[in-house]
């Protein structure tokens, strides 16, 4: 009885993570979720775009909202969509424009309520490429240039998160 106990225990111990009762994660502090969203922004109004960005956490709740003065009405809903496409579907919305179109397998992504494959949205990996937010861009001229303003955002707290 007591090899036995012995087993279990010993198999128990040596149990993957992957088999673990409790999962562990990361996410963004407030701090740095609203350091991209600002430097995003940023980014657009030296561009000459008025904006909104929106970071959210890696499971699409929204952590930081900034709109800059004469962004559109628009770009809450539009920033928000882009940032939980992104971490709900772990790939830039950009991507996702061009797979979901009318005809490709992916295009039934299109009927659903929150998604938006649209560039501007991006995911958020720290040093080890695990995802830990997402960052979604609305307002400049074009899908492209959202996304150029989401890469600043994310590259204004790179050194923080490489870790």
């Not at 109004?45 to 890696?58: A, F, H, L, S």
């Not at 899908?143 to 923080?160: F, K, N, R, S, T």
Request: charged share 20%; glycine share 12%.
């Amino acid at each position: 009885m007591r090899t036995l106990a012995l087993a279990l225990a010993f198999a128990a111990g040596s149990a993957s993570a992957q088999d673990s009762a409790l999962v562990d994660f990361q996410v963004l502090t407030p701090e740095l979720a609203l350091k991209a969203a600002v430097a995003a922004m940023e980014n657009c109004r030296d561009g000459g775009y008025q904006v909104g960005v929106t970071v959210v956490d890696r499971f699409g709740l929204p952590q930081a909202f900034v709109r800059d003065r004469f962004a559109g009405l628009h770009v809450y809903e539009t920033s928000r969509r882009k940032a939980w496409t992104a971490v709900s579907f772990r790939a830039a919305t950009g991507e996702l424009a061009a797979s979901t179109e009318a005809g490709q397998i992916s295009s039934g992504i299109r009927h659903l309520s929150e998604a938006l494959p649209l560039g501007g949205g991006l995911m958020i990996n720290e040093g080890g490429g695990a995802m830990v937010a997402g960052i979604g861009v609305s307002g400049a001229p074009s899908p492209e240039l959202d996304e150029v303003c989401a890469e600043a955002g994310i590259a204004a707290i790179a050194d923080e998160i490489a870790f």
